[in-house]
């Protein structure tokens, strides 16, 4: 199965900080990566799929990057209402697996 | 509008069954894959398994392989998620996706519906 290994788990940045999140897939996965938003209480919000196109709807300070091995999800500017846990999926090879999730807080 | 709603979710016993239902709305069933994700409380996303379109072969997660089986009745707008032989690790918030097979993301999610397995 691919591994996916997200970090950081959690952080905890400033309203207008930009903000990185790391996913690293065992094995070279293309550029198959969806980032996935998750407020608390909520079903998964797709942002990002196959790993840099952003969904229809989702504000432009959301961006994805990366191929085979190492992707990154940025907001360059936070806002409250981004507080949330973020996930990376890769869907490359069955099982489709998730990464651990990054929680998301903002000082 | 697009729309999914889980149901069938509940208290069920070690080792018994359970259905879930998807019921869809607002798109045309047929020419979409359909996925199921499960959330076991307080941890992350696992994927499930996902029913593909025209002629709806199935994919599944190992740890569900031969216990759960997907089908699909476009006709209905409906996609099942059949459990059997259900664990306590199966205790999670159940998700419906359109999407999610090899060529679409998960696009649009239910809300969920909640399976505890317990005796």
């Known amino acids: 199965d691919v591994q996916m290994t997200q970090f950081p788990s959690s952080l905890s940045r400033s309203a207008g900080d930009r903000v990185t999140i790391e996913c690293q897939a065992s094995?070279?996965?293309?550029?198959?990566v969806n980032w996935f938003q998750q407020k608390f209480g909520e079903a998964p919000k797709l942002l990002i799929y196959?790993?840099?196109n952003l969904e229809p709807g989702v504000p432009s300070r959301f961006s994805g990057f990366g191929s085979g091995t190492f992707f990154l999800l940025t907001i360059a500017s936070l806002q409250p209402e981004d507080i949330a846990t973020y996930y990376c999926?890769?869907?490359?090879?069955?099982?489709?697996?998730f990464g651990q999730g990054t929680k998301l807080e903002i000082k | 509008e697009v729309r999914l709603v889980e149901s069938g979710g509940g208290l069920v016993k070690p080792g018994r069954s359970q259905r879930l239902s998807c019921t869809t709305s607002g798109f045309s069933l047929g020419a979409y894959s359909m996925s199921w994700f499960r959330q076991a409380p307080g941890r992350g996303l696992e994927w499930v398994g996902f029913?593909?379109?025209?002629?709806?072969?199935?994919e599944y997660a190992a740890s569900v392989r031969g216990r759960f089986t997907i089908s699909r009745l476009d006709s209905s707008n409906v996609v099942h998620l059949q459990m059997n032989g259900l664990r306590t690790e199966d205790t999670a918030l159940y998700y419906c996706?359109?999407?999610?097979?090899?060529?679409?993301?998960?696009?649009?999610w239910g809300q969920g519906t909640l399976v505890t397995v317990s005796s």
């Open positions: 196959d790993s840099s």
């Open positions: 029913i593909r379109s025209n002629g709806g072969t199935a």
């Open positions: 094995q070279d996965i293309k550029k198959k």
């Open positions: 996706a359109r999407g999610g097979g090899e060529h679409l993301p998960a696009q649009y």
């Open positions: 999926q890769q869907y490359h090879s069955l099982p489709y697996t």
